[in-house]
């Protein structure tokens, strides 16, 4: 069984409940949902520490609290953290979240610490190997992340690089990755520009998710046992790239990651039990 290793972002989530997501230059009163361990990079580490994967966190926090009780966290989870770097300049990440009824989210993040460029986690993707998997998300420095999946997949790592938040990494970077990991939206804008990925997998919610020619139905999740979606695709991408270093082929791992994801919509944030 090969090791993952995440590149992506650690950030304390800040969730606020309210009736229905505000209009522009509306005020609406919330309730306090609480203080989350998130971030895509910290969300899908633990899904694959959950999916029962060797894992190796890549990241920065900062000099901080919150970033010091973040990375207790993780361990305590069983990942490692021996790569997570401290920034002196800046405050670990934070993003703020509102949850309506319905259970669907609006999220805005800062970076802080996260958006800094870090040569250290660069260096720690290229001492991957063949069997190991390095899975990298967008709420980081992206010249880091192309770094880094170029260091891994030079190296004989598979890489799996989620597509969120959307932005266009380097041509390259994007036809090496097996798979690329995107929604509907962001497959949208994938399809509007002009990065070709060599395989892609699109998550479709409740609907599913396809990969090339393999494809999985949605699994139902009851509304009275619906928490919110928040973490629901980063879950999927973390058991993604647990059950890909366990040596699955496509259609169980995607799988897996169906039913991450589903399980996921299950609690309230993007992880269980990740009070801050």
Known sequence: MG????????NVDVVTLVERHPLPGETLLGEDGGRFAGGKGGNQAA??????????MLARVGDDGPGRSYVERLRRLGIDTSEVSTSPGAPTGTAYITVDEEGENAIIVVAGA?????????AAAGRLGS???????LEVDLDTVAAACRAAAAAGATVVVN??????????????AD?????????????????????????????GARWGMDGVD????????????????????????????SGADRRRA????????????????AQPDAAL
Do not use: Q
């Open 114 to 122: 996260n958006g800094e460029h870090d040569e250290s986690l660069v």
């Open 131 to 137: 069997g190991d998997v390095l899975l990298c998300s």
């Open 47 to 56: 899904a694959a520490a959950r999916a029962g994967a060797d894992v190796a």
């Open 218 to 245: 949605g699994i139902p999740v009851a509304k009275r046992d619906l928490g919110d979606t928040v973490g629901a695709g980063d879950a999927f991408c973390g058991a993604l790239a647990a059950a890909l270093a």
């Open 3 to 10: 090791r993952v290793a995440v590149l992506g972002s650690l």
């Open 254 to 269: 995607l799988e897996a990651a169906n039913a991450a994801g589903a399980a996921a919509v299950r609690w309230v944030g």
């Open 179 to 207: 798979p690329v990991v995107v929604n509907e939206s962001e497959m949208r804008e994938l399809a509007d520009s002009d990065l070709v990925p060599g395989s892609l997998l699109v998550t479709f919610g409740a609907a």
């Open 163 to 176: 597509l969120a938040p959307y932005a266009a990494l380097p041509p390259d970077v994007v036809a090496l």
